[in-house]
């Protein structure tokens, strides 16, 4: 998919963002605007949205499921052709970042990182996915990441974190295969952005090549792109920015 960003990017004319107010999700929420998507339903914690008739914002919290049936019942009568879950956690609120060695894997910890990476974006597939109609396409994203992947880890380190991507990819091949057998035309897939400006990758930026640093509405418009792409044949699989497909 080497064409990503060449050509126009072509998105549907209803979209949902579950993470809107984080520095990936409003930018996709602000390039699917900017690509005509009509109504973008952008769920927050808070319930806020970017500002625009196209807008609707609702709220949600990835550990309160009762919160995604809600949202998702709200979009029942006119449900969004993709939904982009833009949700994801590197360090946990109270500092706790990725355990560079197994001495450091701590039980708790690791349940948090898998409720916000991995258990949410379930739950939000769980209530999202009935929603779509049979007989028309759609799509369902979730962002992932490139250590998530088994076979191209050549570092370790990053416990927590890696297991938790490395389970969402399992879940999306799962989510995949079970719905094209009822919606032939569905494209479920994970994305992984590259490294992005974002509160997510703030402390782990002063190592970076010059470069490798990617600005918000850059990877947004790199996604989309990819999204825009994608059909039936790549459902269930994961995609970098670029459209490579990254290793499970």
């Known amino acids: 998919m080497d064409d990503v960003g060449q050509t126009p990017i072509h998105v549907p004319a209803t979209a949902c963002v579950f993470g809107a107010s984080g520095g990936i999700g409003r930018a996709l929420c602000e390039g699917l605007a900017a690509a005509g998507c009509e109504r973008i339903y952008a769920g927050s914690r808070s319930g806020s949205a970017p500002q625009g008739a196209a807008f609707h914002g609702f709220s949600f919290d990835l550990e309160d499921e009762a919160s995604i049936a809600a949202a998702a019942a709200m979009m029942r009568a006119q449900p969004p052709e993709w939904v982009i879950v833009a949700t994801g956690v590197l360090t946990l609120a109270d500092g706790t970042g990725p355990e560079r060695s197994y001495k450091r894997l701590e039980a708790g910890t690791m349940a948090q990182v898998f409720a916000l990476n991995t258990i949410g974006p379930a739950m939000i597939a769980k ?28 570092l370790g380190g990053w416990h927590s974190y890696r297991a938790s991507k490395a389970a969402l990819n399992m879940l999306i091949r799962n989510f995949a295969l079970e719905m094209a057998r009822t919606h032939p035309e569905s494209v ?34 790199n996604l989309l792109g990819v999204l825009s792409r994608l059909g039936p044949a790549q459902s269930g699989r994961v995609f970098d920015f670029r459209g490579d497909e990254v290793p499970a």
Request: glycine share 10%; proline share 8%.
């Open 188 to 221: 479920i897939v994970g994305l992984h952005p590259g490294t992005v400006d974002s509160a997510l990758s703030a402390p782990f930026q002063s190592g970076l090549a010059e470069g490798q640093l990617t600005a918000p509405e850059v990877a947004a418009a």
């Open 127 to 154: 209530h999202m996915l009935p929603l779509m109609p049979r007989g028309q396409a759609f799509t369902f994203a979730a962002l992932s990441a490139r250590v998530g992947s088994i076979s191209d880890n050549r």
